[in-house]
């Protein structure tokens, strides 16, 4: 006897009735309930949700690339100017040309006993009218290599007892030294910046210290809330990392990097402002900042300056740069002057474009489209 199906049933993997096919179904036509693999009957599984599809034409196109363009060029002319608007210097100090003051310390080792010290003098030729921030900046320092990057201990630097005597296993192989746990542990703590930069204003041959801000670098979520000391006697830091030894690339232990409690341990601001690590090999950290005492004066006169610096960060093995950068902001930042011109660039290119098709449009719209064919 023949069995007669329709082509939607065969592909269900089933008749509608008859002899039974394989994956269910009830021999004769009745029975149990037939298995199928046809889709729920809901909007989503049958694709009948609502949709909207935008036309494009010139009528739509055209105003939204002119309107992009009238929009971008003036913010980004704006952003532009304020960013040259920003007061910049910056000063080179690595050593690696013979004539550089600093070329004496350029092998300089970590360990160097004493220290080496420098002093750059150079001349502002406009004044700082703001407050003025103080970079350090490294060239070619991978500070976004993976293995950099994991080698720390958070529980730790976040003030853990437990952990302070016991760092992570990713702090290797910087993660204890003769036998007792580092503190803090890990590659990223390891080589902390830790050259010594102080600014003199000349004038008529003497020499006036800039007074430089050594608080308010850090961000404040990382002072209050990533970074703490361990728990206890916060008066007596020595006796808390008790245990414990430094780096192995540090000159004193993580308790002495400051005379104020506040600033001193874990929460000392040089140290956290070096564990957020950079995203690119060139890179600058704040360093200090130089507040402007009276509005009627700026806060860096135009003249002569000089820079001593006690050198103790080796660079040249690496082929690494080292920078002095002073430097204002505005509402936007530092000086970046990339999103203006980012600005600018896109909105010139939507207004060519828009000025293209309506041309375009202007001179092959009107055509008849008819697909008639004369005679």
Not at 63 to 69: C, E, M
Request: with cysteine.
């Amino acid at each position: 006897m023949a069995v007669n199906y329709s082509a939607k049933e065969e592909a269900d993997g089933h008749p509608s009735g008859g002899v039974g096919m394989p994956g269910g179904g009830a021999v004769g036509g009745g029975g149990g309930a037939v298995k199928t693999r046809k889709p729920d009957n809901t909007a989503f599984k049958q694709q009948r949700l609502p949709a909207w599809q935008p036309i494009l034409t010139a009528g739509t196109v055209l105003p939204a690339f002119f309107i992009i363009g009238l929009i971008f060029i003036p913010i980004g002319i704006g952003i532009f100017v304020t960013s040259n608007n920003i007061r910049e210097y910056e000063i080179d100090y690595t050593g690696t040309e013979p004539s550089s003051p600093c070329n004496k310390c350029l092998n300089v080792s970590w360990d160097s006993t004493p220290p080496c010290t420098c002093t750059i003098n150079f001349t502002l030729e406009h004044s700082f009218e703001s407050n003025v921030f103080m970079y350090y900046g490294l060239s070619n320092f991978y500070q976004n290599h993976r293995r950099y990057v994991k080698s720390r201990d958070d529980s730790q630097l976040n003030g853990d007892n437990s952990s302070l005597l016991n760092p992570s296993k990713e702090c290797e192989p910087y993660r204890t030294n003769e036998d007792k746990p580092i503190a803090p542990c890990g590659a990223i703590a390891n080589s902390m910046f830790n050259d010594t930069l102080e600014l003199y204003r000349i004038d008529n041959d003497t020499r006036t210290p800039i007074t430089l801000i050594k608080k308010g670098i850090a961000w404040w979520t990382d002072k209050n809330v990533k970074f703490r000391n361990p728990t206890g006697d916060g008066n007596n830091l020595t006796a808390l990392f008790q245990g414990t030894t430094k780096p192995v690339n540090w000159p004193k232990p993580v308790y002495m990097l400051d005379s104020e409690p506040d600033n001193n341990g874990f929460i000392n601001e040089d140290f956290i402002v070096w564990m957020r690590t950079a995203a690119l090999p060139t890179f600058r950290k704040l360093y200090r900042l130089i507040e402007r005492k009276n509005n009627l004066q700026p806060t860096l006169q135009a003249g002569k300056y000089s820079l001593d610096i006690t050198y103790n960060y080796p660079v040249h093995s690496f082929d690494g740069r080292k920078r002095m950068i002073l430097s204002t902001i505005s509402w936007m930042g530092g000086k970046n002057p990339f999103l203006g011109i980012a600005y600018i660039t896109v909105g010139s290119i939507c207004f060519f474009l828009g000025v293209v098709l309506l041309i375009i449009h202007h001179k092959y719209g009107n055509r008849n489209t008819s697909a008639d064919i004369p005679n």
